[in-house]
């Protein structure tokens, strides 16, 4: 690695790894796509060939002992990730990995430990910190728009049908052991980070109550609903509502901030944030980015490559991961609690 570039591997060719990192990177100055590897090898070929990448590998380890790979990308099941995580530590690579870290919070400890011990950065990918709404909701935040943050509620609602494709019932997103606890749980960690990000507040106090539903229409998959409430140190409150039981047009993503001087926030998907202040006053704000810079992942992967050609710690670190699988497994155990 030298200051002007960084070599970046890329495990895992699923939706993220492929639709948002590989081309994140291969735009971002200062990082050269090195190689990708994936079980599936023609694939990994494929998409070698479409990013003019030096190679494609069958395993993570292939990979590893490419001297040209300064850091790597784990885009792989959550199961996963922690033996390729630390692999990758040990074999002195920097890592941007997905979330959650592990299934369970002592494997994801062990993640941040060995790479602190490692001196490697380990950076987690909590991307809505970097989605254009977001962003511009944590700028006015800071300025003081809302006074002071005073409620929030976060609803992210995902279409039973497109679940049941992306991780059908015998997939191992279900499977308490190598997700952690389903989807409500992998998919909660960037809401629960992005609400300590605004705030600038840890949770406190965690309250929840859930609901599956099996739906044998669509083999067996569940339609899982998930109810939360959190106080922050802030002293901020927020709900979180978690579904996967509703039709596609009912599929939304949706944040609202009340603020203590009565003016509101509201972000919808990645692209539109609104205030609402005194009547008539009224501000909205659409981001017309497309892909992996609506998704934040473009600004994510140049943060991580920035942070690595400076030698600077990046702004999102293994604490924040840990933190927001803290809650992420409150949340889980008060769910187990009332089976």
């Not at 919808?268 to 704000?285: F, H, I, R």
Request: overall charge neutral; glycine content about 8%; hydrophobic content about 45%.
């Amino acid at each position: 690695m030298t200051e002007s570039e960084v070599g970046i591997g890329l495990v895992g060719l699923g939706f993220v790894g492929e639709k948002a990192h590989l081309p994140a990177f291969n735009s971002i100055p200062g990082a050269k796509l090195i190689a990708v590897a994936d079980v599936d090898l023609p694939r990994a070929k494929k998409a070698a060939e479409k990013f003019k990448l030096s190679a494609a590998y069958p395993s993570h380890k292939d990979l590893l002992a490419d001297p040209d790979v300064d850091a790597v990308v784990i885009s792989v099941p959550t199961f996963l990730h922690r033996q390729i995580a630390l692999d990758a530590v040990k074999a002195g690579k920097h890592v941007l990995c997905e979330m959650p870290l592990a299934p369970t919070l002592s494997d994801a400890r062990e993640i941040v430990e060995a790479a602190k011990r490692a001196g490697v950065v380990l950076m987690p990918s909590l991307n809505f910190r970097f989605t254009p709404n977001y962003v511009k909701a944590k700028e006015l935040v800071e300025k003081g728009s809302l006074g002071t943050p005073a409620v929030a509620f976060y609803r992210e609602f995902i279409a039973a049908e497109v679940l049941a494709q992306q991780w059908p019932p015998n997939s191992w997103a279900w499977d308490q052991a190598k997700s952690g606890g389903g989807p409500g749980f992998t998919l909660s960690v960037w809401a629960i980070d992005l609400l300590r990000w605004l705030f600038g507040a840890d949770v406190v106090e965690v309250h929840s109550v859930s609901r599956d539903v099996v739906l044998s229409e669509l083999g067996g998959t569940k339609g899982y609903n998930s109810l939360a409430v959190l106080k922050f140190s802030s002293g901020a409150v927020a709900t979180l509502q978690f579904s996967g039981l509703v039709r596609p047009l009912m599929s939304t993503s949706r944040l609202e901030i009340l603020g203590s001087n009565i003016n509101s926030l509201t972000a919808t998907g990645n692209d539109v944030l609104t205030l609402y202040g005194a009547e008539p006053d009224k501000q909205e704000w659409v981001f017309r980015k497309r892909g992996p810079r609506v998704w934040g992942h473009y600004q994510e992967d140049e943060h991580f490559v920035e942070s690595l050609r400076q030698k600077k710690t990046p702004m999102i670190t293994g604490e924040d991961a840990l933190k927001a699988q803290e809650v992420a497994t409150s949340i889980v155990k008060a769910k187990q609690a009332l089976l």
